[in-house]
């Protein structure tokens, strides 16, 4: 059997990869202590969904679109001021949101909010697999400058790097990851899909590699475990996904340093 | 005045953000292996002007450093708590990627048992250590390229005073060992007094400048803290 013909695989595919991505990139969140950062700004896809919808136009384009948009926002935002734009953020999101939910016809809604792998096709695969190649070798490159800087800023200016393109450049793939999440998990539960993994990561591990790679790991593990769970017991994938990393986050806390 | 053993010599150095004027008209020579303390009230600019010195923010004036220095900074804000998953050798491998050399400024900062540093420093998260302990990782991070300059901004923040002297008796051990040149920011007058040979007080414009016995007289310290100086007096036994 040709796994590209196989819904199931597929999901698996697409599911497990943006799983790791998205575990990855939460642990970064976590150390940049911007956990909800993924779940407020996941709201904006929203409008960039109705949107592109509207002008027949990809929805991943439009989410992205808008996802990126609100990245910018947050980097000019964390550029300008030292001070927390919790309040400004949150607000600014929440109001995306409802915006969003008028305009978006009610079908594609409900998607958008929960997540629907059901009618993913290879090129998904390819997409999901290129967008998590691209996050792996970003971090790759960057992770050092966004840790040193996080440890302090002025220390990590001090070697040389550029912390204001070090951040944007992450905040760039946190988009790509919330954009990604979205078709598993939806706008709802994505910030979810982003946060919890990386959380159980950090119960179980005492440096950055370890902490960075079993987050990866969960995020890969709560999508193969959901989607099977799902997939067999006739379930919505996205929230079992969901369910799956609060699973492993519980067992976590009985290791935890 | 400048000669070949000058290795900083800064020029009517000013920094402005926005319309803010932080420091203006600094002028100061730093020669080779000085001990130079930068002393003034909170808010002075004494940070910036490390900051300065070191490229990272604009300025006007003129900062020249001897060419071909390394130099090491290890600035006052960290957030290093013991919630953050990064172990004390990933730490230091950001800067130096030789596991020997990693050793080695931990012997030279009094870690001395090389299976302790193996097999327990190392592999510890930096947050879990005590106060005093990552000061010493600190040094050691900021010797590791074997700099000519060291810059230290407070490096007792957050100490208590017992483990204030040693930082500094190690940080004096070290200079005269490896003979690198030390610029640092401190808000204790006694350890102005004890360790360093030059120094400068900085509130937004120079205030004075040379060696502390001579230069923190009453007036200058009145002057630089806003007449709290009965506070400031010069107290020690030498």
Redesign the interface.
């Known amino acids: 059997m040709n796994i590209f013909t196989n819904l199931l695989s597929l999901q698996l595919l697409v599911g497990i990869l943006t799983g790791l991505g998205a575990g990855y990139l939460g ?1 970064f969140m976590i ?1 940049k202590r911007m956990s909800l950062v993924g779940d407020v700004i996941s709201h904006v896809a929203l409008p960039g969904i109705a949107i592109a919808l509207i002008f027949k136009v990809n929805p991943f384009l439009g989410a992205f679109t808008a996802l990126f948009l609100a990245v910018i926002g947050i980097w000019i935002l964390e550029r300008k001021t030292e001070l927390p734009s919790e309040t400004l953020v949150g607000i600014f999101f929440a109001l995306s949101l409802a915006l969003g939910i008028l305009i978006t016809p009610e079908p594609e809604l409900l998607e958008a909010l929960f997540g629907d792998i059901s009618k993913i096709g290879p090129v998904d695969v390819f997409l999901t697999a290129a967008l998590i190649a691209v996050i792996f070798f970003t971090m790759f490159r960057i992770y ?1 400058g966004l ?2 800087s ?6 990590a ?3 040389g790097i550029n912390v204001s393109r070090t951040n944007f450049l992450f905040l760039f793939l946190v988009a790509v990851i919330v954009a990604l999440g979205l078709k598993v998990t939806g706008i709802f539960l994505t910030g979810a899909l982003v946060i919890v993994p990386a959380a159980a990561a ?1 119960n179980v ?7 960075t790679r079993s987050a990866a790991l969960f995020g890969g593990m709560s999508a193969l475990g959901g989607i099977l769970f799902a997939s067999h017991f006739n379930l919505h994938p996205g929230p079992i996904v969901v369910l799956a990393s609060g699973v492993i986050f519980l067992i976590t806390l009985l290791f935890k340093k | 005045m400048v000669n070949q053993q000058t290795i900083l010599s800064v020029e009517n150095l000013g920094v402005k953000f926005d319309n803010n004027e932080i420091l203006r008209g600094l002028n100061f020579i730093v020669q080779k292996e000085d001990v130079l303390a930068i002393v003034g009230p909170n808010g002075a600019g004494k940070s910036v002007l490390f ?1 300065a010195l ?1 490229g ?1 923010i604009p300025y006007s004036g003129k900062i020249q450093w001897a060419p071909g220095l390394k130099i090491s ?8 708590d013991k ?5 004390v ?3 230091l491998k ?2 130096e990627k030789n596991p020997k050399k990693i050793i080695g400024a931990l012997k030279s900062v009094g870690i001395t048992d090389e299976h302790h540093i193996e097999h327990h420093v190392l ?4 947050g879990w250590l005590s106060g005093g302990q990552i000061q010493r990782v600190l040094i050691a991070w900021s010797i590791l390229n074997n700099p000519d300059v060291l810059l230290f901004d407070e490096p007792t923040a957050g100490i208590d005073v017992g483990g204030e002297e040693t930082i500094y008796n190690l940080l004096k051990k070290l200079k005269d060992e490896r003979g690198f040149t030390v610029l640092l920011i401190s808000h204790d007058l006694n350890i102005v007094y004890k360790y360093a040979n030059n120094v400068i007080c900085v509130n937004k414009e120079m205030v004075c400048h040379g060696e502390p016995n001579v230069v923190l007289d009453p007036a200058s310290l009145a002057k630089l803290y806003g007449g709290e100086t009965s506070f400031y007096k010069h107290e020690h036994f030498h």
């Open positions: 642990s150390l050092r840790t040193l996080v440890v302090s800023k002025q220390l200016q001090s070697m950090k591990s005492i440096g950055l590699a370890g902490f | 900051r070191l990272l900074y290890v600035p006052q804000k960290f957030n290093i919630d953050l998953p990064l172990s050798e990933e730490f950001f800067k592999k510890e998260r930096v």
